[in-house]
C-alpha cells in the first residue's frame, strides 16, 4: 500500500513538474503542427464540421505514461473567436492528471479541444483549475497515428480530438486538470494579463509567433470549409 501510494505521489510529481515548464513560443509551433494534422484528416468529416462551429479552441500536446498508476502531464494554448470573428491571442494553458486502471506504458497525445458553446469559452478563460476529461483513449502500436473523438467530461460542452502516438494500452479512468499558465503568459506578452483579457484581445504588443497561429488557423478554416462543402455536396447527390 505504501509503495503504491509512493507511486502515485512520484507520478504526479514528476508530470507536474513537466506541466509547469511553459513556453507559449514552443506551444504554439506545437499548435502549428497539430492543426496541420487536423485539417489533413480527409477519412471523416466531423472534425472539419467541428471547427466551423466551433467557437473556441485549446490545443496541448500531452504525455502519458505508467503501469497501473498513471501520470498525465503538458501544456498547449487557448484561443477563441472574438466578437470581430476573427481569433484571439493565445492564452496558456497547463495540464496534469492522475489514474488508476489496467494500463502500461507510455503515449504521446495531441488533443484539439473544439468549445462548441460560450459557456464552454467562458469556462477555459476564467482564472484558476478547472477539471475536463477523454477517458478511454490509448493507442496500438509503437508508432501508431490516429484520430480518436470523445466528449470530454466538463460542464460546458466540448468536443475533443486526439491525434496519438506510442504504446499505451488498456482502459484509464484518469482526466485531465486543467489550469491558467499566468506565468507563461506573462513571460510571453511582458507583463501580467488576466487570461480573460488575452482573449479578448487586450494586449499592447502582439509577439511575431502569434501571427504564425493566425496564420495556421485561417488555413484550417479554409481547409476545413471545402471538406465540409465537398461532403454537403455529396449529400445533396446521393439524396436525388
Not at 506578452?189 to 497561429?213: A, N, T, W
Request: aromatic share 8%; glycine share 12%.
Amino acid at each position: 500500500m505504501r509503495c503504491a501510494l509512493f507511486l502515485a505521489v512520484w507520478i504526479t510529481g514528476l508530470f507536474s513538474l513537466h506541466a509547469e515548464e511553459g513556453d507559449l513560443d514552443q506551444a504554439i509551433e506545437k499548435a502549428v503542427e497539430i492543426l496541420n494534422k487536423y485539417a489533413n484528416e480527409k477519412n471523416d468529416t466531423a472534425p472539419a464540421e467541428a471547427f466551423q462551429k466551433a467557437r473556441g479552441l485549446a490545443i496541448l500536446n500531452i504525455f502519458k505514461g505508467g503501469f497501473i498508476f498513471s501520470g498525465t502531464g503538458g501544456s498547449g494554448l487557448v484561443t477563441v473567436k472574438m466578437k470581430s470573428g476573427k481569433w484571439s491571442p493565445p492564452s496558456a494553458i497547463s495540464a496534469g492528471g492522475f489514474g488508476v486502471g489496467l494500463q502500461a506504458g507510455g503515449s504521446n497525445i495531441d488533443y484539439v479541444i473544439l468549445m462548441n458553446t460560450d459557456e464552454a469559452v467562458e469556462q477555459f478563460s476564467k482564472e484558476g483549475n478547472y477539471r475536463g476529461g477523454v477517458e478511454a483513449e490509448g493507442t496500438a502500436g509503437a508508432e501508431g497515428r490516429n484520430l480518436s473523438a470523445g466528449m470530454a467530461g466538463m460542464s460546458a460542452p466540448v468536443t475533443s480530438y486526439s491525434f496519438s502516438e506510442g504504446l499505451f494500452g488498456g482502459v484509464s479512468t484518469s482526466s485531465l486538470a486543467f489550469g491558467v499558465d499566468d506565468d507563461t503568459n506573462e513571460a510571453f506578452y511582458g507583463e501580467r494579463l488576466e487570461s480573460q483579457d488575452i482573449l479578448e484581445g487586450q494586449v499592447r504588443k502582439v509577439p511575431p509567433s502569434v501571427h504564425m497561429l493566425w496564420k495556421a488557423l485561417a488555413e484550417t478554416d479554409q481547409k476545413t470549409k471545402v471538406i465540409t462543402a465537398q461532403a454537403e455536396q455529396k449529400e445533396t447527390k446521393n439524396k436525388k
